[in-house]
């Protein structure tokens, strides 16, 4: 399944992009720019035309903070958010539990909880720079056993660590892979990509695409042909 990063600065252009390819398209990420110049609202007004709202927001911070900031989320009745899974066990431990407790509480659909595992604009190299001497596919591993074992739903994570995120922990444990990219389209900052017919070759559950999309002459036909391509 796609969902469509809402890459943009402003509410008006996120929701005409929204009601342009609804037809098409109807699961929407929602990421820092349009969230820190738009605030929930945006994420209301999403949901408001029956899409669904990936909140990516990428919440890293101590338990209690995050909880908070949670709880407007959950609130707002987003469809998924995400956080850090470097934060650690603990951290991903209490923020799944009050995840299920608050939307219980207050009487909505929980939310899924995925976690962030390595950036896909991260390589190998990138990792040793910070002190973390293992490959790339060996430390989205590690951090997304720690993320199961913690309660949350999936990962996000390259689409070319799905096979051996599913064949180590199961088919249910959800992938969210950024980093698509049709063979037409630019490559940008992703470092570890691949196509959407690939992305679905190798698993993933959703691939999140947004400027092959969104920045397109015409985003209904440029969605059309993505679907195509993944449906041939």
């Known amino acids: ?32 720019e349009l969230f820190s110049r738009c605030g929930i609202e945006v994420v209301k007004e999403i949901s408001y035309k029956n899409c669904k709202v ?18 407007v989320a959950v609130e707002a009745g987003v469809w998924m958010y995400n956080i850090h899974a470097l934060g650690g066990f603990e951290f991903m431990k209490s923020v799944a539990e009050f995840n299920k407790e608050y939307a219980q509480k207050i009487g ?18 990138d990792l040793k720079q910070i002190g973390i001497n293992t490959d790339v596919e060996t430390e989205v591993l590690k951090l997304a056993e720690l993320a199961k074992k913690a309660g949350l739903d999936g990962i996000v994570c390259s689409a070319m660590e799905v096979k051996k995120i599913k064949e180590n922990l199961g088919e249910d444990f959800l992938t969210v892979t950024p980093g698509i990219r049709p063979a037409w389209a630019s490559k940008d900052d992703q470092k570890r990509i691949v196509t959407p017919a690939d992305a679905v070759k190798l698993g993933t559950d959703y691939m999140v695409i947004g400027r092959p999309i969104t920045r397109a002459e015409d985003p209904k036909e440029a969605a059309e042909k993505i679907l195509e391509e993944i449906n041939s």
């Open 54 to 71: 990936f909140l990516d927001l990428k919440y890293h911070d101590i338990p209690n903070t995050v909880k908070s900031a949670a709880k």
């Open 108 to 125: 909505v659909e929980r939310p899924l909880l995925i976690a962030v595992t390595i950036l896909t604009s991260m390589g190998n190299e």
């Open 1 to 32: 399944m796609i969902i469509v990063a809402l890459d943009f600065d402003s509410k008006e252009k996120a929701l005409s992009l929204v009601d342009r390819i609804k037809g098409k398209i109807s699961h929407f990420k929602v990421g820092l």
